[in-house]
């Protein structure tokens, strides 16, 4: 099966952007970009471009798919049966990737159903986009997530604890290394796991070929983070020159999900969402924003991930991140390319997805005008017009 994008503008996801371009597919592969469209033949699927701007498909790098974007979502899974969530997240993957994320990390499931979810999805059975996930997340007992956490106690504990998570299908292996704002009685300031006990939860995780990521708000927290290794740090909410100067010469990604702290201060307690999480995110936010400035001022990488499934952050409105990313300094070129190209190197998966090359997988979204001169369309529930993930349009069979 060959189809052709035909003619337009094509976001290449490296800087690049391309006017009168002609993106070939074939199978699940892109073959060829070219600027001649003339050789075509009439067995060849042909999609126009025109007016529209042909992405790389999106990525984002921290969802929760288990949870639904409720006031209290963690409340919400703790009442719920393991069969309403599944069939709520089967809904939640397939929103998402209808919204053009054509791959996700998930950084937090329960009862192993983001596994069994990546598995439904790579086997055909229903739609959604490509899953990296973590299965548990692990915290310290009574840590922020517990509700839904592997708790571990020491760094033997934390060892096996990442060891079980690999044992059940994990991509990735997850760290909380402070408190939070939906967890009640932990403060997002404070410490939680130990430099000791991520450090061997994060070797367990690199030794088999892992990446790890961390919920981390707290200075300290990061601080201990870092320093055992981690590879993406999660919110920063507190981020110190310090900080920031380590990020940047040892490349640790800094994914911000502002879509999170965004919702909750947007929706607040009338909304439903508990007292106590819109108390403390409105001590976060102000932080939160100069924390993302400066990282960005000073050229740490940031990636594009939204916290989807925290209360109101719902998916299949992953792309209001862009925007947000954009009020918070970058321009929208860098903020696309966050959703993209960034992404994928978050996930380790440069080689294969991420930009608009020959012999990369033919994940594309082809997306109404161009929102490089208006960044806000992305906020609109319209704003997609095709997707296709592996060579397939979402609507095909
Ligand atoms: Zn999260």
Redesign the pocket.
Known sequence: MRTAFVNGRVFVGNGKVLEHATVLVEDDKIVSISDSFSGLDKDTRKVPIEGATLFPGFIDC???LVMSGSPDPIGALANESALITTIKAVENARKTLEAGITTVRD??GKNGIDLELKQAIESGLIKGPRILAAGRLICMTGGH?WPIGREADGPDDVRRAAREQIKAGADIVKFMATGGVLTAAVEPGSAQLTYEEMKAGIEEAHKAGKRTAT?AMGSQGILDALHAGIDSI??GIYLTDEIISFMKKNSVFFVP?IS?MYHIGKMGIAAGIPAWAVEKNNIVAPHHKESVKKAHGAGVTIAMGT?A??PFNYHGKNLMEIPLLVKHGLSPMEALIAATSTASRVLGLENSIGTIEPGKIADLVLVKNNPMENIDILNGNDAIARVMKSGQFIEDK
Request: charged fraction near 15%; charge should be negative.
């Open positions: 921290h969802v929760h950084l937090g997530g919920h999660e919110h999900t999170a916290d499934g925290t």
